[in-house]
């Protein structure tokens, strides 16, 4: 907002010379300089315009007197906005939806809905808040699905309605691709990671670069806190060896990421057992290994609570830093007061002389 400041306010006593120059002013006025034995003969003359005007001459240096002390204070106008820093995330959620994520899950009670459905809604609270959950405003969070193979749904985003939108439309791998790939989801989450990392590094190095005025409102530097993976998977690594999930653990580790691994699932009963039973020592060890941490959710309570301790793990802030850019503003003040300052010495010299 646009607000005006005096950068040495203090001037302003110098106000108080005003009248006491004033007062000297006219009382020198009422001085005779010559004096007469008898002034008889000119009572009646009376007085010209010139002389009823002269007192403009005493106005006139007073008002030059004042804005010129305005000048010395040094009026400043000025813009103040606010820089704001945040302190985030980058968080992938790398989400199994293979054919296996059909099978059915304890869900509010003796209400059943199928794995995926639980994971979505749950990761939902994550992402906006709600139900126990505070929301990550402040993170950049990206969408990821693997089957047999991996793909990027939603970019690393703030704008986290479009990463919903994904999430809600996620459905099961088509039957040609149905298989599970942990290697490749994490892979593929941590490549993008580590460029969104890179990214970020310039973008700051950019707005940092100059001075802080030059930096456009409303902007300011994104922080990276923490990188983390959340996958979320019922099964076993099955799919192509591009990358085994161990070294895709180790990619992700030099790069500084951290993955929490989720198993869905007890891994016992039912047609699917033997086929998509969880592999929870390789599980184990990729969190182990990276600084995260494994769980298993067997329903859709559990669930939640392992992504609410993984959400109080990965805190995030915002600082938020207030300046102003001034532009001086004593120049009109300065040359309007010396302007009428030498008309008044030119006037004072020509119209209104007086003799002697």
Request: net charge negative.
């Amino acid at each position: 907002m646009n607000q005006w400041h005096f950068h040495s306010p203090w001037m302003f006593l110098l106000l108080l010379l005003v009248p006491v120059v004033g007062y000297f002013m006219f009382a020198g006025r009422r001085r005779a300089r010559l004096k007469f034995s008898y002034v008889g003969l000119v009572e009646k003359v009376g007085w010209s315009a010139r002389v009823k005007m002269r007192p403009l001459l005493v106005f006139m240096r007073l008002g030059a007197m004042v804005l010129l002390i305005i000048a010395l204070a040094r009026p400043q106008q000025g813009v103040s906005e606010t820089r704001v820093t945040t302190h985030g995330a980058l968080l992938e959620l790398v989400v199994d939806h293979s054919g296996s994520m059909q099978r059915p899950m304890a869900y509010a009670g003796n209400r059943q809905m199928s794995r995926l459905d639980v994971v979505k809604d749950v990761l939902r609270d994550f992402v906006r808040g709600g139900d126990g959950f505070g929301g990550r405003p402040n993170d950049l969070l990206g969408l990821i699905a693997f089957a047999r193979y991996a793909d990027t749904l939603c970019p690393l985003v703030h704008a986290h309605d479009a990463l919903l939108g994904y999430l809600d439309s996620l459905t099961y791998a088509v039957e040609d691709e149905n298989s599970t790939s942990v290697g490749a989801g994490i892979a593929l989450a941590a490549a993008r990671l580590e460029r969104a990392q890179q990214e970020i590094a310039e973008r700051n190095a950019r707005l940092t670069g100059g001075d802080i005025s030059e930096i456009p409102p409303g902007e300011g530097e994104f922080n990276v806190e923490s990188m983390a993976i959340v996958l979320l998977t019922d099964g076993r690594d099955e799919g192509p060896i591009t990358y085994t999930p161990m070294q895709a653990a180790q990619f992700a580790h030099e790069a500084g990421i951290k993955i929490y691994t989720i198993g869905i699932g007890s891994g016992g009963g039912g047609p699917f057992a033997a086929e998509y039973a969880l592999d929870e020592p390789l599980l184990r060890r990729i969190a182990e290994y990276t600084g995260g941490l494994y769980a298993r959710a067997e329903d859709a309570e559990s669930l939640r609570a392992i992504v609410e301790a993984i959400d109080r793990q990965e805190k995030s802030k915002i600082d938020v830093v207030e300046y102003s850019r001034y532009d001086e503003k004593f120049y009109p003040f300065a040359l309007t007061g010396l302007g009428i300052l030498l008309l008044e010495i030119l006037l004072s010299c020509t119209v209104f002389r007086k003799l002697p």
